[in-house]
């Protein structure tokens, strides 16, 4: 992205300055018909995706509300931009999210990558909040997006909780006997081990069928 690019990214209101609250009240930065015109455009992409059309990749789409004008733009690859570094191909397990505990999969990371491996979760994970006035700590663990403004007081003096996060998981952690749900790992998610620089990455495709319900089918996974 150039000097005009970054230009026009500043001049609209992001996320980062609506509070919690503020976002809890339904507001956003952006208007609904506009997210809307945005998210047919991504959903048009991924139909052509999926059929082996040409999509925007490398580009940028470009929607001007005001005129109801539209552009496509490309943008110049710069080689030394880490965002174009390849992962290794994902290891599809039978297992699930809802049944797996952190121990058995720090056990097969470590199967494959040695015993130094540790596991890294792709959200925050709320591990415990402590309320330094009660001297109190509640332990959580959940994903950080399930917390809210009000879920971080403390209940008994209304304070505001320091939280403890956790991105990474080793057998240090207080959790290696829950499931990987039960910590806020989304189901059918994908999880890297990571030793090192050498990484492997896992998909718990035994929630599956869980998650696409109806829709699930054998031809949607070839």
Known sequence: MNAVDWKMLE???????????????????????TASVIAGIQCQEAVKYLHGLDVLEGQGFIFEGMSHQSYVVRYTRRDDCPSHELDPSVEVLPWSATQTTVREFLARVRADLGPEAVVETNNDLLAALYCSQCDETETVWTSLGNVTQANARCPRCQSDRSPEMVHTLDDGVACLDRTLAEIGIPRWDVLAGRAGLEQRFYEFAGDRDGVLGKVASPALSE
């Open 11 to 33: 001049a609209r209101r992001s996320c980062a300055l609506l509070s919690r609250s503020e976002m809890e009240q339904g507001k956003v930065p952006t208007t609904p018909t």
